[in-house]
């Protein structure tokens, strides 16, 4: 068993990681930002089961005092700011956050003992290709990102990569696709279908012919753990994703016929009051995966189809309700 870091623990993958790793008997570790009003709720299965480091990824010296404290055999590098269109009037945040947050995990590792011993899993993300021709994507393609946010998770995908090959360390980037299955937030667009559907309220599609591949939490998970267990991994990118892609029209549709919501209510071409800004020729057209590499070298597949994933989606929230 390893003893595992996951930064971003309190977030939607993180917490879901850290309940499979205590699952499978890990010594499992977190990184927590000292904040006001802290809500440990996502990891409350397994509070008792982990422990909480405090520490700021966007502090160097705080990183290297939690890898030394923690001493890991694998680090899960997941927190990061995510919101896209928050990034367009948070760039500066974005970039120190998620880019400069990676190279403070990365060079922490390097003081550890026998750093090339240990692994680091790093989230990436499916933005960082933005503006392609060609689909599915497929991880030899060059970056294109159209957002802060996508050049700021483009940037520390590229500096991992360079530090496999250049400081030997044992990095492995997952680039996955817009996953869901969150619990306890509902702005993103599968959630926020869910739950407006099911209170009846009015639904806003701002581009509903944008196609998405969509992953259920678990099979993102997933790839985390197929990633730790296998050797060759490292110094790897791989692409995360189901290779289905739909329409936001089509997508509300089947969230409309799974929760009894008049379709007729649906507002397309137009996003909700107060939806926050981006331009919009920085919104890609269509954004689908060729995850054939981590199948084929990993043993990894998606396991969840789209429909069983919206239908155990809308049964949570329908239990809530």
């Not at 997941?78 to 990365?106: C, H, I, K, W």
């Not at 379709?263 to 995966?289: A, E, N």
């Not at 054939?292 to 998606?302: A, D, M, Q, V, Y």
């Amino acid at each position: 068993m390893a003893r595992a870091l996951v930064t971003g623990m309190l977030g939607f993958i993180g917490s879901h990681l850290a309940e499979k790793l205590v699952d499978e008997g890990h010594e499992t570790y977190g990184i927590v930002r000292r904040v006001a009003n802290r809500s440990f709720d996502v990891v409350k299965r397994v509070l008792s089961d982990v422990t909480l480091v405090t520490g700021d990824i966007t502090d160097y010296v705080s990183v290297r005092n939690t890898m030394k404290t923690v001493n890991p055999d694998v680090v899960f590098h997941l927190a990061a700011l995510t919101p896209v269109r928050d990034s367009f009037e948070r760039p500066f945040e974005y970039q120190q956050a998620n880019f400069t947050g990676t190279m403070n995990v990365a060079h922490a590792m390097l003081e550890l003992p026998d750093p090339q011993t240990r692994r680091l899993i790093a989230a990436s993300t499916a933005e960082v290709y933005g503006l392609q021709g060609n689909e599915p994507l497929k991880e030899s393609l060059a970056l294109k990102p159209t957002s802060p946010y996508a050049v700021s998770k483009a940037a520390a995908d590229l500096y991992l990569q360079m530090m496999y090959h250049t400081y030997d360390l044992r990095c492995t980037v997952l680039r996955p696709t817009n996953s869901y299955g969150r619990k306890f937030d509902a702005s993103f667009v599968i959630e926020y279908l869910a739950t407006q559907m099911l209170k009846g309220e009015k639904i806003y599609i701002g581009a509903p012919d944008s196609v998405r591949d969509y992953m259920y939490v678990d099979d993102h998970v997933n790839a985390y753990l197929a990633a730790m267990k296998s050797a060759k991994s490292s110094g790897q990118v791989y692409n995360v994703g189901t290779g289905v892609g739909i329409s936001n029209r089509k997508l509300a549709e089947m969230i409309a016929e799974k929760t009894g919501y008049d379709k007729r209510k649906v507002v397309f071409g137009s996003y909700p009051p107060g939806y926050p800004y981006r331009p919009p020729v920085s919104d890609q057209p269509s954004i689908v995966l060729d995850s054939g590499k981590i199948r084929k070298e990993l043993g990894w597949k998606p396991e969840v189809t789209l429909s069983q994933g919206l239908g155990k989606v809308v049964s949570y929230f329908k239990g809530r309700n």
